[in-house]
């Protein structure tokens, strides 16, 4: 190659176009402002009851935790804050229109909460993207909305009452099937609290799921879904 042939090569690659900057994120906005204040509320009542109520149900054992009257007191003020919560949520949920979001649109529900199960075991760590897209009419997968569903609007109201009928045990019956009338209550609610725990355990794993660790974490801040 001559030299004059370089100095073309040279002048060719000076007007070569620059490499194409890597496309902006899709992004779309889902979560609305009082959404997210409900969501992290209820997070922090969540953990609070979850940390107190293992130190009452536990309160004999090594593992570290608090006083039992502490525990008891923190325990019935996030339990009652939850009750107001919860019928605030119910009530903007159905005011806003925002329950639809916790029903999935047919048809082939079934096909599409197997087909998000096998992403969720399977295809996320094979780098296969989400199976079904994001968008303003419906923020969650199917499989999501029903988990959602059941956790809101049947394990929460749950755990609620049987709670409250702690609190006032005079709600109670005297005797239930021979036994004391508080006996089954008692079971309902840690079985309910059993199943919020393992919720709130696999919701924050699968929030990592996003495009980056953190992005799922952020459209909970922000309201904004990055694709």
């Not at 570290?64 to 939850?82: D, Q, T, Y």
């Amino acid at each position: 190659m001559t030299e004059e042939r370089r100095r073309q090569d040279r002048r060719q690659g000076d007007r070569s176009p620059a490499a194409a900057p890597a496309p902006a994120p899709h992004r779309v906005y889902i979560l609305p402002l009082w959404v997210r204040c409900w969501h992290w509320t209820n997070a922090l009542l969540i953990i609070t009851l979850i940390l107190t109520g293992g130190s009452l149900h536990f309160s004999t054992t090594l593992i570290p935790h608090f006083e039992f009257s502490l525990a008891v007191r923190i325990h019935n003020v996030a339990g009652l804050s939850l009750v107001f919560l919860y019928i605030f949520f119910v009530i903007a949920n159905a005011v806003t229109g925002n329950w639809w979001q916790f029903v999935p649109r047919p048809p082939g529900v079934l096909e599409r909460c197997i087909k998000q199960t096998r992403f969720y075991l399977w295809g996320v760590f094979k780098g296969e993207s989400e199976p079904y897209a994001v968008t303003p009419e419906e923020n969650f997968n199917a499989l999501q909305a029903l988990t959602y569903w059941f956790m809101i609007y049947l394990v929460l109201p749950t755990i609620v009452v049987s709670g409250l009928i702690f609190m006032f045990p005079q709600l109670a019956p005297t005797e239930v099937f021979g036994v004391d009338g508080l006996l089954p209550v008692a079971v309902v609610h840690y079985v309910s609290a059993t199943i919020v725990v393992a919720f709130v355990i696999a919701h924050v794993y699968l929030c990592t799921f996003g495009a980056k660790i953190t992005t799922t974490f952020r459209t909970m801040i922000t309201g904004w879904h990055e694709h």
